[in-house]
């Protein structure tokens, strides 16, 4: 029987996570994640649109519903309900995402501070 392993995720999806979790200084939200996901993606900032965005936040979203057993239904209920912001929305889910549980030991390793300026918290 496949068993999922809840000590992975995309590694890719690092800087994402922290993003979301406060350990970068947040000033404008799309421009942060563009850079975050133009460096992910070996591409410019400029290069890195709206809908590139939505959609690695979407899947990144749906991971953490798998990993945290949730379901598809759950999933879609969430989207619909973001109406005014699914950018904000999704950054939402992954900054409260577990990394420690009984099954979850995820370690996003440390921040890359070339990338974006440390948070103030």
């Keep these: 029987m496949f068993e999922h392993n809840y000590n992975t995720y995309n590694?890719?999806?690092?800087?994402?996570?922290?993003?979301?979790?406060?350990?970068?200084?947040?000033?404008?939200?799309?421009?942060?994640?563009?850079?975050?996901?133009?460096?992910?993606?070996?591409?410019?900032?400029?290069?890195?649109?709206?809908?590139?965005?939505?959609?690695?936040l979407i899947g990144i979203v749906y991971e953490i519903f798998q990993r945290e057993n949730l379901y598809k239904s759950k999933l879609e209920?969430?989207?619909?309900?973001?109406?005014?912001?699914?950018?904000g929305a999704c950054l939402s889910v992954i900054r409260m995402a577990r990394a420690r549980s009984p099954h979850i030991n995820i370690d996003f390793g440390e921040p890359d501070y070339n990338l974006l300026p440390k948070s103030l918290k």
């Design 77 to 87: 209920a969430f989207i619909l309900d973001c109406e005014s912001s699914v950018i």
């Design 11 to 56: 590694e890719n999806h690092r800087h994402i996570y922290l993003y979301a979790k406060g350990w970068y200084k947040k000033t404008d939200t799309i421009d942060d994640l563009k850079v975050i996901i133009g460096d992910m993606c070996a591409l410019l900032p400029e290069h890195v649109d709206i809908g590139g965005i939505k959609s690695i």
